[in-house]
């Protein structure tokens, strides 16, 4: 099979993109269709990522102090009516148990589509004072929320994610910890999805049901949308009044504490693909790829090809490296464009000729370059060559947004940044009908406020005094 | 606070072990009652120990060739019907989800008791020729059956689990593969969580529904009961015939698959707390204590003693080791009794005199004993000690367990030895009646067959032949 092929098995990323995706999802095995409509199955392959990001991102959480734990699956329907906002927001979303163990049960139970009401519920069990403060957990665990169009990984009615719920003593602590959830986020999306994001504030429209503000950072996909990759709610103490999770302050009086909440799924996973993609397939970032180097050996039935493209790997799995060896019986062109499609960062060909000059050929996913590199420190070329790779994916995916952000100071201004796949920053006056507006002309939402710079003129919208510059955006 | 105190907060291990259990599980906050009757808040001391046991367990599976996948938790209610013992087992445990996004659904979904079936489903799709096979997935994720008699850990409707489902060209192979998990799992109870067990096949009375063999591992607690900890299930060609599980074989005939599944959960947390507690609270073995080492500084006012304790600690983290220095403004000996119930297996107590000494009091928790031990070369003598004490408990309950098990030739025989709190050997016939009988009279059940020696006389309830030994216990 030749690489023509192997491209036509997926839709034209140009022609297609939503095809495409569909197609790389499925071809590449990262996912499958459950039996339920809008339930989705994560293959080894796709898991695989999944593991990577929540160990590195699990690592970073411990670092500042979260610790995990695990609250139960279902919520008594009447504990999402406890704050007036959450309740309109999810309730037509749940998922409701009715009967369980044969028979009716008395309350029915909703299927988690978010924790923060069965979370304020034990935490008002559990804080009694300051000294109990500052409360750190997260949960990694399975939430639903019943959608009537669903894409794998970017909505699906049940999916995995993690969910932070800390308490705090004050509202400024709170909110610190919010921002710093936020900026934990967008240093891990950076650094190790190695795809650039905008974070700020969400404006009243966008935010979460029942928070005071809502944080988010959003990513540009190479279809010019953007996807809302990660959220930092601060609730005030519109929670804790409602859940009762009050403390015994220094002061000596009792009082609400504040609490925040924030979250990222397996809609990284989606924004991988769609952040990093090609017309052959997946370009995956080396920190989180399942297979980081694959071994084709060439002409493998020469004697000792398979032998040293063994020995190298064993010499890469020693550096830590996530290797493996293609012995399969197919020829190595059918194995280049299946690892290519598969988004393998390096793949590495070895065959008696380079052998015989003691090289072997390493080809990089992201730039398609191919080079002979000496065998001698194989595994510390490779090692330093995955960093490189990893580095020059974010430097290519933040030129390639820096690219996509433009100015507007009018509606068909703005309507014509989102049709170039832009986000368009535009001066805006704070209010709701602005954004409404925005979305009926041009199909687009605010995404977040940009908080690094100052209103400078009259809305783009409206033509008030603007209070905000906002970035606006076609977004999943 | 004084040792009495703290000893009085939780029930005599003694007079009232179940008592003991409860108070242990919730006041060292492993764990908290959710609000729905049934259900358990893992609380991040107890779900450390989830996360300590799931990082050494899953690298068992990898190193077996096992990958991770995620299948969704909702599964439609015709599916059970497809395997009929399998839908009478699992049928009346079921939570129901009837109502969804707002309206009622057109089949009703059943929440995870197992995947057998989904799972099942989702193979038959995926496998096409005996290239594919074997196919080797778990998953780590949240089940959920309805039970009437629940307790944290034991037996909670929502559970935390691993479920591993393979599938093969052979007999042979999948047998192989039932007996290898079954063998994995008993290295894991025995080397990381310090525990024997006995492992072997259930008998029929005892199995999974719709298996063609269960094989199991029992663990004797403290209080003379058996836990079931982990199971390995070989389900022949009924699963492949029920779910459609077909391969192109080598012969080029289209066949049957045949499969297996096999699950531990958060159950092994209730195993290590009931086979290595003691009156003043937890054990821990090293392996999966969430911390490993406790320092406590003495007169910690003085000048250089936090500072010691934290060079101390650096040190221990430096080696791999999880420690953690308790600077919270408490009397030393409120937090040693403190750290005494939370079962961390070394005490580290270190005070002015002792750094002028260049020692450090280190007290062991498995065994109660204190000894001055010099500063020079610390960590490396505490990571030989935490090796140590991890050894030293495994003989301690294998030492208990081997006193545990007795021989009987009759019903009364049997009755005895359960009363007495052991696993009680006997002949047995191998029909159903004569089990019946055993839990009529002793309340006891066939825990598994004794694969290792040969029935060698007329069964112990019934006087005919007989055709197994088999360890009858009370069981949790």
Redesign the interface.
Known sequence: MDNKQFVTQIADIEQNFAQWYTDVVLKTELV?Y???KG??????Y???I??NIQKDMDSRFKQVGV??????????MS?FSKEAEHVEGF????????????AKLEE??A?RPTSET?IG??YS??IQSYRDLPVL?NQW??V?R???TTRPFLRT??F?WQEGHTVHASEEEAMEETIKMLNLYREFAEETLAIPVLTGRKTEKEKFAGAKATFGMEAMMLDGKSLQAGTSHYFGQNFAEAFNIKFLGKNGALQYGYTTSWGTSTRLIGAVIMAHGDARGLVLPPRIAPIQVVIVPVAAHKGGVIEKANEIKDALVAKGIRAFVDERDMSPGWKFNEWEMKGVPVRVEIGPRDIENNVAMVARRDNLEKVPLSLDGFADTITALLDTVQKAMFEKSKKNRDARIVEADSLEGILQGVDNKNFVRANWCGCRECEDKVKEYAQATARVIDENATADGVCAICGKPAKHKVFFARAY
Chains 1, 2 share one sequence.
């Open positions: 499958d459950g039996p339920v339930t989705m199955v994560i293959r080894p796709g898991y695989a999944w593991e610790k995990n734990a695990y609250f139960p699956l279902l919520i008594p504990y309730a037509p979303e749940v998922a409701v148990v009715t009967h369980a163990g044969g029915p139970l299927i069965i519920t034990m069990k559990w957990i665990c399975n639903m019943w959608e009537k009615s049940e995995l």
